[in-house]
Nanobody
Framework: QVHLVESGGGLVQAGDSLRLSCAAS????????MGWFRQAPGKEREFVAA????????YYADSVKGRFTISRDNSKNTVYLQMNSLKPEDTAAYYC???????????????????WGQGTQVTVSS
């Protein structure tokens, strides 16, 4: 069983930066495509970014492209989400997730991910 733990959330002002981390234990981290999703109150969970297991290819939602950067360190079993130029609309609970399929296709569909963390709250004030 894979256990994912997010950290790094907090309360910031618009324009600030945050770096989220997601530490994995159990399983073989280097074989998982890792994704970040977010969910605001009253809204569905939405895709933010993902990084493939094979070549480290990345994929971003249009709403964060150019502001957020996903990366991974397989030696530390950790995936990161660097968030710059934060906006109030980025306010949400952020979740990391692992896709164990070893597919070459990076998916933005939550149901394709097998393991999920408990989430970390990001609040951006205007």
């Amino acid at each position: 069983q894979v256990h994912l733990v997010e950290s790094g959330g907090g309360l910031v002002q618009a324009g600030d930066s945050l770096r989220l981390s997601c530490a994995a234990s159990g399983g073989t981290f280097s074989r998982y495509t890792m994704g970040w999703f977010r969910q605001a109150p009253g809204k569905e969970r939405e895709f933010v970014a993902a990084i493939s297991w094979s070549r480290g290819s990345t994929y971003y939602a249009d709403s964060v492209k150019g502001r957020f950067t996903i990366s991974r360190d397989n030696s530390k079993n950790t995936v990161y989400l660097q968030m710059n130029s934060l906006k109030p609309e980025d306010t949400a609970a952020y979740y990391c997730a692992a896709d164990r399929s070893m597919s070459i296709i990076i998916t933005n569909t939550p149901r394709k991910y097998d393991y999920w963390g408990q989430g970390t709250q990001v609040t951006v004030s205007s």
